[in-house]
């Protein structure tokens, strides 16, 4: 008895000792997430295949060849062939790059223009708040989908229509959300600080504002890149998005969905798979981020 | 009023008073209606002078402080009297405003609660690296060097290490510490204090309060905000008692605490019996941390 009494005295006092040791500098604060770990190799591995898909297939995606249409899966052509003979694996690998590319440029933009337009908005006072937020409640009337086909109309088709489509629409969201923080922190003593110190409104805005409310922003860009992947397929599918001699995830589901009926799925099926794991992944991340962010408050 | 008239004996700068608060009037938004909260204060601290200004909460204590920085909170509006500092007038009829030029290099406050008072996202170090930059318009390298100084001249110990901790990694006194140091970095001529020993424990409150004490020491003048008369005692050496947003009681520190004018100073003081016992036992004008 006596002994086990000692062992957690002893422990303590070890662990005093560490605390003293490491107690003058600075802690280091754990970055390692799991959701992001696995989130991050997925999109990772896609990415890589489809940035260097010259190197995984040999196959051109838009080689049509009749005599090879509809073959199945094959040493020489891994996921089979279209309906004009062409090779599926190739077809994937090249379509996602526009694809992936469009999609988070039209995450990028909107997150950085809304992000800042929702701290202008929220840190002043005054006609240009008013502006900005009038706006936003216009664009965010119209239904999402119905605005960005209409904008892809009136620019015609392909992936920079469909890029500034989507980019004029979907800031909303980001305006919101950091005008929402902005109000917020504004009233925080440390912006006070800023102020007090004699630094502009311009310097507070994107040296201490923006920094603090970004996260929100970036969590729910990881969302956003998924359904700007769901939009593009979406537009693809319709005809409206990219135009098709480039190969495209939703373009290819379009081709496959006659063969549906005559038990055919692969052609279809497969475009939907990848789209499916790569939102995954993102889920993944933006999980995880929300997790690691929310730390700091 | 009186003050303007008299002639001007100094000859080294062209300001008698580094802060001269003079008949400011303050209202506030009340339920819809503009009450005023301050009403007619004046106050003058001399370089190198420490002031305090005591009163309880709500008394206008902080509005006061804050009208000086220009930092009004939402429903408080300026109303008449003028603020000047070093001379210049930065709130009054010329500047009803408020002019920000003398933000920084004249006039800086630390404020009550460091850990909302730093930016939590940013090191530490940058928070005072960007205040030198800002205003002095230093390289990187030499902004960091004078900032790391600082840090040590506040008594942060392992400045260079500490330089690149955030905010929550450091303690409360650490933390006012930084603070302080971001303050006073452009070697401010006036510095408000907002309370800035309240939230820490009273050993560390007495560290602050030598730092302070060494701030007022090379010249600059203090404005010492508080409802802790112990800490007044401490640090001031006249000091001003407010109460419903009017001075009723102003003096040297000596003068006050002996003897009072005015029934809520009286109040007051006799609210913390043992200071009054202990500065006539003592006979000084500074009371010795109690044993």
């Known amino acids: ?297 | 009023m009186t003050a303007a008239t008299t002639a001007k004996t100094t000859t080294e700068p062209d300001y008698e008073y580094a802060l001269e608060i003079v008949d400011l009037c303050i209202d506030v938004d009340k339920h819809g209606e503009r009450v005023p909260a301050v009403k007619n204060l004046t106050i003058r601290v001399r370089p190198g002078e420490s002031h305090g200004l005591v009163g309880e909460s709500g008394s206008g204590k902080s509005l006061t402080l804050r009208a000086v920085m220009g930092l009004f909170s939402k429903g408080a509006y300026y109303r008449s009297g003028y603020i000047k500092i070093c001379g210049k007038e930065v709130l009054g009829p010329n500047a009803p405003d408020y002019d920000p030029s003398m933000r920084g290099k004249g006039v800086a406050m630390a404020f009550q609660e460091p850990a909302v008072a730093l930016n939590p996202i940013m090191k530490v170090g940058w928070q005072i690296v960007d205040a030198l930059r800002e205003q002095e318009h230093l390289s990187r390298a030499e902004a960091r060097k004078r900032a790391i100084e600082l840090m040590d001249s506040v008594g942060i110990t392992n400045p260079e290490d500490r330089f690149d901790a955030y905010p929550f990694e450091l303690s409360g006194g650490m933390r006012q510490r930084v603070m302080i140091a971001a303050s006073i970095a452009c070697k401010p001529k006036v510095l408000l204090c907002d309370e800035p020993t309240t939230a820490l424990d009273v050993t560390i409150q007495e560290q602050i309060l030598k730092i302070f004490r060494s701030i007022a020491d090379s010249g600059t003048a203090l404005l010492y905000v508080t409802h802790d008369l112990a800490v007044v005692s401490q640090l001031c050496e006249t000091l001003s008692v407010i109460y419903h947003g009017e001075i009723v009681e102003e003096g040297t520190l000596r003068k006050v605490f002996d003897t009072p004018e005015d029934d809520y100073t009286r109040q007051l003081l006799s609210s913390t019996p043992y200071l009054k016992g202990r500065m006539r036992a003592a006979g000084s004008d500074t009371v010795r941390k109690g044993e």
């Open chain 1, 1 to 297: 008895m006596p002994e086990t009494k000692k062992i957690p005295v002893a422990q303590a006092s070890k662990d005093y000792a560490k605390i003293k040791l490491t107690g003058s500098k600075p802690r280091k604060r754990k970055h390692a997430n799991a959701e992001i770990v696995i989130g991050c190799v997925m999109l990772g591995i896609i990415a890589l295949m489809i940035i260097f898909a010259p190197l995984l297939t040999s196959y051109d995606p838009t080689h049509q060849s009749l005599r090879e249409a509809m073959l199945g899966s094959s040493p020489a052509h891994l996921l089979g062939t279209d309906q004009y003979g062409r090779d599926i694996w190739a077809r994937l690998l090249y379509g996602g790059r526009i694809d992936l590319f469009v999609a988070i440029m039209a995450v990028f933009t909107p997150l950085v223009i809304g992000t800042i337009l929702g701290a202008v908005a929220g840190y002043f006072d005054g006609v240009v708040p008013t502006i900005i937020m009038r706006f936003a409640d216009l664009v965010s009337s119209f239904p999402f989908y119905v605005l960005v086909i209409v904008l892809v109309f009136v620019l015609g088709n392909g992936g920079t229509s469909i890029f500034i489509a989507i980019s004029a629409v979907s800031w909303v969201p980001y305006t919101r959300i950091s005008r929402g923080e902005t109000l917020i922190l504004r009233d925080r003593e440390f912006i006070a600080s800023c102020k007090a110190s004699g630094f502009s409104d311009g310097w507070v805005l994107f040296r201490h504002v923006i920094p603090n409310i970004a996260s929100q922003g970036i969590v729910y860009a990881m969302s956003d890149i998924v359904v700007n992947l769901g939009i593009i397929v979406t537009l693809s599918y319709f005809g409206l998005g990219i135009v098709p001699p480039t190969p495209d995830w939703g373009q290819m589901m379009n081709d496959g969905q006659q063969f549906l009926a005559a038990g055919v799925y692969s052609l279809t099926v497969i475009p939907t798979i990848v789209i499916i794991l790569i939102s995954l992944a993102l889920s993944f991340i933006g999980d995880g981020l929300a997790n690691v962010l929310k730390v700091r408050r």
